[in-house]
């Protein structure tokens, strides 16, 4: 079996990071991973992709286009951009909070994310939207939202990850003073995708 | 043990299981995790540093290595440019202790200025290539790579390129290094190099190529697999891609992973009962172009294609949608699917992060010069992202340290126009302060500003000469940017915070007034290695929606919402720059305690 998933925000959001705790907690299970990232000038502030594979038969270290099990927006547009790698019938689990773009703030063109979160709606079979701005908020740190985010893909059963061994390997990855709060906010991410109701039925 | 590497910490786990003594290197994406995980992995029995540019680096590892150490080396593509002088000679000397050159490559670009192929730089100093096509690939290779140096007496290339450098693979590694003990240095005329041993060392290089190219038919990762008239021919991340394209089609494959010196051998066998070969590669077509002197010198008739025949796209990377096109026209595999038509999306450049001081630097130098002619050239760094609206403070960007020389040579055809030069601190250190010392020398009339934010922020934050710390954890002299200006004949040099606006200002008024060279040097850290003491907010009741704050500044925390300006929290950094461009007094403060 092999999971393809895709991570993609905006530079700063932990994309890396989230990125990382997948593919340790399928390796502690034995299980082979591969991940590629965005490392370099479009960190500042620009569209930021990680790929992660789990699986032995996996050569690229990109997922190709229409193959993507999950794809994890941390942004709306961003989520929205990633989508040609969707496979058909995957799971989206998408922020809510739009980040506009300077350049967005400097024209006249006022995007808020609401309509991308629309579009999302009408062309995603299971979509999961995620209040991170609510979560960051209960777990007092802005730093949250990745780690929230693998809790909904998590619950949704797509990664095939149990949300123990997630939160082993936040443990082995996070700093010892952020891990509670880390194990907070994935739970807190898990209930989001829970109560999530499937509205393609 | 199994561990999970990205591909540039593989090649740091690889060359100290291989016993190497000495890394040094220049910052440079893809490649500078490599060092970075040699010292952070450093038991103090290897000496690490980041040398102040890459010939430096090239020099201190060739002086190791004729010392007997193993030594590894490590830049970007664009900085084997820099380090090609001593390169091209250290080719016609040789080395004794093993010295691998790690130069990565970047197709796409992703984050360099050109799609050069290091595969040409090899050679063109005809000096042995390795080329891995992955992760667990590069570990395995970079041993090697040392092995191969040593036994030949001469330095190896190592061209990883980003999607090898940056991708994380799970990979058997093992628990324990080979210990190397350098010789030291022994006395021979073979280490000073002269037109006739030059000439000497030309004719054994001819001669040993050759040779190499034969016993590379053989190495391990250069493969032949598969059956059928119709053969592939690929090398590096590539290979990779076709695997994933071909799914289970057992087409012929041909796997080149020292493209110099060329396994001509193995090629030979590879290309017997074919057809045609498809040659599937990223940057310039150096695989498809041996094949074709191949067949010419061995009258083959079998048909080339590949980028040359226009086959295969010219620039850019390949992805395994690409491979399958092009597969799809030659083997009639599937084609990829359509991609799925997408509604508009918000453009998203990279910009200089909130709070960044580049952006109230150039945005002083922009308010100072206000109604004039004047003319900005820039540099390699963060600080290129000020060429974004609105800030538009970056006319030119060319190569390290060039905004200094560009701008000389612009100011002496238009010397009534007023000149700019902007350079980071590391850049300065690395390749700023020969074009200082030209300005001064040739009485060149510009000012330079030295945007020194007390890191080498792009590459992600490694320290450097006016940082005062090293890379084996020592705090050292801090290199002086204002002494060295000083020293080499700038007289009007000052320093400034760029976030006292006013007095930022003047000091450009006033260094651009100065007939001749004038330096201001803006002194404010990187965000990325300081900390916040403040957080802005808007009063939206005194906020009169004028957007002064974004059409001026262009922060990417400020927003507009309903009419006011918003400032994002977990962005903001605190840095006042919008509160002293705001004429309402709409952005309050709140310090940290
Ligand atoms: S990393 Fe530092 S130097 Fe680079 S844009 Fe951000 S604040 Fe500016
Ligand atoms: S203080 Fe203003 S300019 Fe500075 S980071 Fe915050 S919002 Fe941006």
């Given amino acids: 079996m092999t999971v393809n998933c895709i991570l993609s925000g905006v530079g700063g959001q932990g994309t890396v990071l989230a990125s990382k705790l997948i593919a340790q907690a399928a390796m502690d299970k034995g299980q082979n991973a591969r991940t590629a990232e965005t ?3 479009a960190q500042r502030g620009g569209c930021v992709v990680s790929h992660v594979r789990i699986g032995d ?97 998590c619950a949704s059963g797509i990664l095939g990850l149990s949300m123990d061994e997630l939160k082993n390997a936040i443990s082995k990855r996070v700093k010892p003073q952020f891990i509670e709060i880390n194990s907070k906010a994935l739970e807190k991410g898990a209930l989001a995708a829970k109560m999530t109701v499937p509205h393609h039925t | 043990m199994k561990k999970f590497l990205m591909g540039n910490e593989a090649i740091a786990m690889g060359a100290i299981h291989a016993g190497v003594n000495l890394v040094c290197g220049y910052p440079g994406t893809p490649s500078t995790e490599i060092l970075e995980t040699v010292a952070k992995n450093n038991d103090g029995s290897i000496y690490v540093e980041w040398s102040v540019n890459e010939k430096a680096a090239m020099e201190v590892a060739a002086g190791a290595s004729y010392s007997g150490a193993r030594t590894l080396v490590t830049m970007k593509q664009v900085g084997l440019n820099v380090a090609s002088d001593p390169l091209m000679s250290l080719a016609y000397v040789g080395v004794k202790g093993g010295m691998v050159i790690v130069s990565a490559d970047d197709p796409g670009p992703i984050s360099s200025q050109t799609e050069q192929d290091t595969r040409h730089f090899a050679q063109f100093a005809k000096l ?53 003990k350098p010789e030291g240095f022994i006395k021979d005329a073979k280490w000073t190099i002269f037109p006739r041993l030059s000439y000497q060392n030309h004719i054994k290089i001819e001669k040993r190529n050759p040779i190499l190219g034969e016993k590379l038919s053989s190495y391990r990762f250069n493969t032949v697999t598969g059956s059928g008239t119709k053969g592939i021919a690929t090398g590096g991340i590539s290979y990779e891609y076709i695997k994933e394209a071909l799914g289970g089609c057992n087409a012929k494959l041909m796997k080149v992973s020292t493209p110099h010196p060329f396994p001509e051998k193995l090629a030979l066998e590879f290309l017997r009962g074919l057809t045609e070969v498809m040659v599937i590669e990223e940057l310039d077509p150096v695989i498809e172009r041996e094949l074709i002197f191949l067949c010419g010198k061995h009258h083959l008739n079998v048909t080339i294609r590949g980028k040359l025949s226009g086959d295969v796209m010219q620039a850019g990377e390949n992805t395994v949608e690409s491979v399958k096109s092009v597969l ?34 150039f945005y002083a130098v922009k308010q100072a010069m206000k109604g004039q002619k004047a003319v900005f050239a820039g540099d390699i760094g963060c600080y290129t992202l000020g060429n974004a609206m609105p800030l538009d403070m970056v006319d030119t960007c060319l190569c390290m340290g060039a905004d200094v020389t560009i701008a000389q040579g612009m100011q002496h055809i238009e010397p009534d126009v007023k000149h700019f030069s902007f350079i980071g601190d590391s850049t300065f250190f690395a390749s700023g302060i020969t074009g200082v010392v030209n300005a001064v020398y040739n009485e060149s009339d510009i000012t330079l500003i030295v945007l020194d934010n007390s890191t080498t922020a792009m590459t992600g934050h490694q320290p450097h000469p006016g940082t005062g710390r090293t890379m084996m954890g020592n705090i050292t002299e801090k290199v002086s940017i204002p002494a060295i200006l000083t020293a080499v004949g700038v007289k009007e040099v000052s320093v400034v915070n760029p976030f006292h606006l006013t007095e930022a200002i003047e000091a450009v008024k006033k260094a651009a007034a100065h007939k001749g060279v004038s330096a201001v040097i803006f002194r404010s850290p990187c965000i990325a290695v300081s900390k916040p003491v403040a957080s802005y907010q808007v009063d939206s009741g005194t906020c009169a929606g004028c957007k002064k704050c974004i059409k001026e500044i262009g922060c990417p925390a400020i927003s507009m919402d309903s009419g006011k300006a918003l400032i994002e929290p977990s962005l903001c950094f605190g840095c006042s720059l919008c509160a002293q461009v705001c004429p309402c007094g709409a952005m309050k403060g709140v310090r940290y305690s």
């Fill in chain 2, 128 to 180: 042995p290539v390795f080329d891995p096509s992955s992760p667990e690939e590069a570990y395995a290779m970079i041993g090697d790579a040392f092995a191969f140096s040593e036994e030949y007496g001469t330095p190896v290339l190592f061209r990883p390129t980003t999607r090898v450098c940056h991708g994380c693979a799970s990979m058997e590694i093992a628990d324990t290094k080979n210990v190397h």
């Fill in chain 1, 57 to 153: 038969e996996i050569h690229s270290p990109m997922i190709p286009k229409h193959s993507a099990d999950v794809i994890i927006g941390f942004e709306p547009a961003e989520a929205v951009r990633c989508l040609p790698y969707l496979k058909k019938g995957g799971v989206v689990v998408v922020s809510r909070k739009a980040i506009p773009p300077v350049t967005s703030s400097l024209g006249n063109s006022s995007y808020n994310g609401s309509e991308m979160i629309a579009y999302l709606q009408k062309e995603v079979a299971r979509l999961i939207v995620v209040d991170g701005e609510k979560i960051s908020k209960d777990c007092s740190s802005a730093k949250v939202l990745n780690v929230a985010l693998l809790g909904a893909a």
């Fill in chain 1, 39 to 41: 490392i370099g000038m």
């Fill in chain 2, 328 to 361: 799809n026209g030659y083997l009639g595999l599937p084609a990829p699917e359509k991609s799925r038509f997408l509604p508009p999306l918000p453009v998203r450049p990279p910009v200089l992060c909130a709070g960044c001081p580049h952006r109230a630097s």
